[in-house]
């Protein structure tokens, strides 16, 4: 079946500092990829997504590309705020209609 | 405003006290579905439903139940809770199945059995 694992955390960060989250996947056909990020107390929302190799998806300086070669689709942004702070996930969307997410990665950026 | 809207918000109960959890999308969307978060684990799927009248297991549906009778609501169903079923849950829709599109979330039930 579908898997997503995406590196642990917690991770903690200094403001402006370059953050990557690891995130490989395994699936079956050619699934989407996205990232969700939740903030404190609320649900999830997207960041980001990309629906076929190569593409890169983008939202608030945060990018990830779609590797085939590599299973992989690994969060980053170049320079962190403090309102960055949240926990993030990796998904996968394959024609089996169901959303398989990766642990989640808690992300703390300090002023 | 779009949105996916759950109630209630926190939820304490004891074991065995039959309850059930509200979603409701204003989004015409066909699917919908209900998840858990626990620590460690991510979001895992319990059931999910590709339009009225249709709905079908996800990975961890045991104790659940749900139903789809009108488009913008999917309650989940807890008709006998135990302490297991202790977590965060969120419903979430998408205007169809397809790997594609994106899902919205509600704002969470954060659920205590006791």
């Known amino acids: 079946g579908n898997s997503v694992t995406q590196m642990e955390g917690p991770v903690t960060l200094s403001e402006e500092a370059f953050l990557t989250i690891n995130c490989t996947y395994t699936?079956?056909?050619?699934?989407?990829l996205f990232w969700y990020v939740q903030y404190p107390g609320e649900g999830l929302q997207l960041l980001l997504k990309a629906t076929k190799a190569d593409d890169k998806g983008s939202n608030k300086g945060f990018e990830a590309t779609y590797r085939k070669e590599t299973t992989s689709f690994h969060l980053e942004k170049g320079s962190v705020q403090v309102s960055d702070s949240a926990v993030y996930f990796c998904a996968l969307k394959s024609n089996d209609y169901k959303l398989s997410f990766g642990a989640g990665t808690t992300v703390t950026v300090r002023a | 405003e779009a949105q996916v809207t759950q109630n209630p918000r926190y939820l304490i109960t004891v074991t065995g006290k039959k309850l059930t959890v509200t979603c409701s999308q204003n989004?015409?969307?066909?699917?919908m579905s209900w998840y858990r978060q626990d620590p460690g684990l991510g979001l895992r799927q319990i059931y999910y439903s590709m339009n009225v009248e249709v709905t079908d297991k996800g990975d961890v549906p045991e104790g659940y139940k749900v139903s789809r009778k009108e488009k913008r609501n999917f309650p989940l169903i807890l008709e006998s809770p135990s302490p297991n079923q202790t977590s965060l849950y969120f419903c979430?829709?998408?205007?169809?199945?397809?790997?594609?599109?994106?899902?919205?979330f509600g704002a969470g039930t954060r659920l205590s059995v006791l």
């Open positions: 989004m015409n969307h066909e699917y």
């Open positions: 979430a829709s998408s205007l169809n199945g397809r790997a594609k599109n994106i899902q919205y």
């Open positions: 699936a079956t056909g050619y699934p989407s």
